[in-house]
Structure formats: C-alpha cells, structure tokens
C-alpha cells in the first residue's frame, strides 16, 4: 500500500501541478533571454567594441554564441535525463523503487535554481563599470567559491570546480530533497541519502576528474 503524502509533500505536489510543456518552454525562454544579454554586455566591455564590430572581428564570437543559443533546450533535455536516472539509480541501490518519469518531470521542475545565478551576473554587470573586463563577466559565478576567492587569486585549473562549489548547488539539493520525498513519499532522512548518493557523490567525481584531467 502507498504511503500517504505528507503535509509538505502535498503543498509541493500542488505547486507543481502544472503542464510542465509550457513550463519547459519558458524555461529555455529564460534561459536564452538572460545568455543573450549577459552576451551582449561581454562584448561591450570590449575596448573599442563598436569598431571591431564593424570590421567582422567578431563574427566567431557570433557564431559560437548562435550554436550556443540552439544547443540550449538539448543540453536541459539532456541534463534532466542524467540527473533523473542518477536519482532512480541511487534510489534503486538502497532498495527503493521510485517513477523514473516522476523523477525527469521533477529534474524539469528543479533546474529552475539555476535560471538565478545567471540573473545575479546580468544584474551585476547589467551597468559596467569602465574598468571591467569582458573575462570578469564571462567568469564570473555569484556566490561561488571562485567569486569569493577572486579568480585573479586561483589557478585556471581550478575555476570551473570552485565555480561549481556555490550555495545554488545547495539549494538545489534542498528542492532535491523535497522533491524526492514527494516522490518516493519516504522520510527526510532517508531521502538525504538519496540526494547525497545520487546528486552531490556523482558531482564530487566530475569536479575530481576535471581537475585531473585540465590542460591549460
């Protein structure tokens, strides 16, 4: 017999109950929309930014940004797929049997942790100063490990990792574990198991084997 929905999983289950095709689409909407502006600020902190513009000095820059642009929603698509199977994996090894599509829907519902950073970034340097450079912009993470270290003040091989270690990784371990509670309806504790192994062990490995693995 199924275990009756707790309080909080019930007010989550509500909140959620959408049509989640329209809420994919807005997603990417989002997405798109604050890359392109954040993308534009870059390039005009370039120095002389309106008559490399004009010569073609950025066409390259362009296009990379336009194949971005497209591989956007297929790069959700596909996050949503590995991070949705980690789940049912790690919920698997320690014995529970959860809905994979629940759990992609879920990964769907989630991501949208991540539309913030990205908001943080364009509203810091929505307005330049003169002094800032396009690398600044591009590199930088709100409320990361890198940010608060300063990029200057770490090696390349390790800006990626300490970009990654930020407090949205943690909040979205936290609508994580809420999530999965819906979901599998199991206790908190059982469910930080699942979050750990599934999300934040896979996640230790990547930044590890990046590290190892950089070329500058």
């Not at 996050?79 to 994996?89: D, E, G, M, N, P």
């Not at 490990?145 to 979205?172: C, D, K, M, R």
């Amino acid at each position: 017999m199924a275990k009756t929905l707790t309080p909080e999983g019930q007010r989550l289950k509500e909140l959620i109950d959408f049509d989640k095709r329209v809420y994919f689409f807005v997603l990417v909407f989002l997405f798109l929309l604050i890359r392109y502006l954040t993308n534009t600020l870059i390039l005009e902190a370039i120095p002389d930014y309106d008559n490399l513009e004009a010569r073609g000095d950025f066409m390259i820059f362009h296009i990379f940004n336009a194949l971005n642009y497209l591989w956007t929603p297929f790069a959700l698509l596909w996050k949503f797929t590995v991070i949705s199977f980690l789940f049912w994996l790690g919920a698997f090894l320690i014995g529970y049997k959860v809905p994979y599509k629940e759990l992609w829907q879920f990964a769907l519902i989630a991501e949208v942790v991540f539309i913030f950073p990205e908001l943080v970034r364009l509203l810091v340097y929505i307005s330049p100063s003169t002094g800032v450079t396009y690398m600044e912009i591009d590199e930088f993470r709100p409320l990361s490990l890198l940010s608060l270290l300063g990029s200057e003040n770490v090696a390349p091989q390790y800006h990626y990792t300490f970009a990654t270690l930020n407090i949205f990784e943690i909040i979205y371990g936290i609508v994580w574990l809420y999530g999965f509670h819906m979901i599998s309806r199991r206790p908190f504790g059982e469910c930080s198991l699942v979050v750990f192994i599934s999300y934040y062990i896979p996640l230790a490995i990547w930044l590890t084997w990046y590290i190892m693995v950089y070329r500058a």
